[in-house]
Nanobody, 127 residues
């Protein structure tokens, strides 16, 4: 099992940046594909970004492509989401998720495939 704790959320003006972190417990972090999702008020949770076990493969939702960057440091058991050029529509609770994967280059996009979730961190972008 793995436990996930997000941090780095907050209030930022439109056009600003934030960096979210997700710290994972356990010694098998490098065996997990990782993902970021978000849920805005009154909306369903949606995919944001995913990264493979090695960090070599990433995938993004169209809405954040070119503005957000997902990365990971397996030595620190941490995955990051760098968010630039933030917009009010990026306001949401952001969750990280983990799923053990067999293949090094696989990215997991569907939230139904993720077994482990963090508690979420609030990101609010003011206009």
């Amino acid at each position: 099992q793995v436990q996930l704790v997000e941090s780095g959320g907050g209030l930022v003006q439109a056009g600003g940046s934030l960096r979210l972190s997700c710290a994972a417990s356990g010694r098998t972090f490098r065996s997990y594909g990782m993902g970021w999702f978000r849920q805005a008020p009154g909306k369903e949770r949606e995919f944001v970004a995913a990264i493979s076990r090695s960090g070599g493969i990433t995938y993004y939702a169209d809405s954040v492509k070119g503005r957000f960057t997902v990365s990971r440091d397996n030595a620190k058991n941490t995955v990051y989401l760098q968010m630039n050029s933030l917009k009010p529509e990026d306001t949401a609770v952001y969750y990280c998720a983990a799923e053990p994967v067999e293949y090094t280059y696989r990215v997991v996009i569907r939230q139904e495939e993720y077994d482990y979730w963090g508690q979420g961190t609030q990101v609010t972008v003011s206009s």
